[in-house]
């Protein structure tokens, strides 16, 4: 059965960094996408990050700058570094993996809460 499981999340102050990491089982990981979502209550989960199985990347244009994804094919992990984190990044963040539509697995999320 394919695994997604995120660590990393929690508390951190406005302002400052946290690293999310993503670890993948029972999938060739090569071959698939990854990427970070997020969602907050009464809210669509969106797009934060991805990253192709080439290497190329894709952010949300409210983290662009701030936010940088990035793999390891070797340990088949994927990591969420997030640098001058704001209130409004507060949310449970998801990890996705996919090949397309209809092949695509979610981790259970981790919450993330920026606060001081």
């Known amino acids: 059965q394919v695994q997604l499981v995120e660590s990393g999340g929690g508390l951190v102050q406005p302002g400052k960094s946290l690293s999310l990491s993503c670890a993948a089982s029972?999938?060739?990981?090569?071959?698939?996408?990854m990427g970070w979502y997020r969602q907050v209550p009464g809210k669509q989960r969106e797009l934060v990050a991805t990253?192709?199985?080439?290497?190329?990347?894709i952010y949300a244009d409210s983290v662009k700058g701030r936010f940088t994804i990035s793999r390891d094919n070797a340990r088949s992990t994927i990591a969420l570094q997030m640098n001058s984190l704001e209130p409004e990044d507060t949310a449970v963040y998801y990890c996705?993996?996919?090949?397309?539509?209809?092949?695509?697995?979610w981790g259970q999320g981790t919450q993330v809460t920026v606060s001081s």
């Open positions: 990253i192709a199985t080439g290497g190329n990347t």
């Open positions: 029972k999938i060739v990981f090569r071959l698939y996408a």
């Open positions: 996705n993996a996919r090949t397309s539509v209809q092949n695509s697995y």
